[in-house]
């Protein structure tokens, strides 16, 4: 393969810092087109896996009758998580979408398929392969901000639910719950952090030489 030039390096570092997680509020009325869909699974499929186990499957969700009781998961379980909040940020939490569901041109389930045999690099990280999947989501999230196609993961789920709702095989587990469609905007820092909801990081924060004291 050829050496990238410091133009493609800066490409995908505004890729990158041009991520979004997109709410509800911000999706229009147009779909996505089968070509751009097909691009944003081929970046799935084409994350780094333990093993080479490639552990992942997509389920992809058009039907707004299945949508429907999907999002009465995400009620059911939102109702749940107002209460885990102090005052101040429970205020602010019954003012945020949380979700796109319904408004979204379509829907992705991203299921973790456990292997029925020894995998290479998973034998004492069991979790290596769920991990796997969650690369193959940041892969596709990554495409579809390209295609400047919004993308949001909803966590605010019963995974049991949503598995008997999509007749999933009893050892799949439910990794992520995408929402993708067009947007009239994003938003030129994540929508949290400009509700101040929490503070960004700095790098020399996170970073740790050689090891913890």
């Not at 998961?73 to 209460?83: A, D, L, M, V, Y």
């Not at 990554?142 to 049991?160: D, F, H, K």
């Amino acid at each position: 393969m050829n050496k990238f030039t410091s133009e493609n390096i800066e490409t995908l570092e505004q890729i990158i810092l041009a991520r979004r997680d997109v709410r509800g509020n911000r999706f229009i009325d147009k779909p996505i087109t089968q070509k751009d869909l097909d691009k944003i699974l081929f970046a799935g499929v084409n994350a780094p896996s333990v093993g080479f186990s490639q552990p992942w499957e997509f389920v992809i969700i058009k039907d707004l009758k299945i949508r429907n009781k999907i999002r009465d998961s995400f009620f059911e379980e939102n109702e749940k998580g107002k209460q885990l909040f102090e005052e101040k940020k429970a205020n602010a939490y019954t003012q945020l979408k949380l979700e796109g569901i319904i408004e979204s041109a379509l829907n992705i389930a991203v299921f973790y398929k456990p292997s029925n045999h020894p995998v290479l690099g998973q034998t004492s990280m069991k979790e290596a392969g769920e991990y796997s999947v969650v690369c193959a989501i940041q892969n596709m999230w990554l495409m579809a901000r390209a295609l400047n196609i919004g993308l949001g993961w909803v966590s605010i789920l019963n995974t049991q639910k949503i598995k008997n709702i999509l007749n999933a095989p009893e050892d799949r587990q439910l990794i992520g719950y995408l929402c993708l469609g067009h947007v009239d905007k994003f938003y030129e820092n994540p929508e949290l952090e400009q509700l101040q909801w929490e503070k960004r990081k700095h790098i020399n924060d996170v970073v740790i030489k050689e090891s913890y004291q």
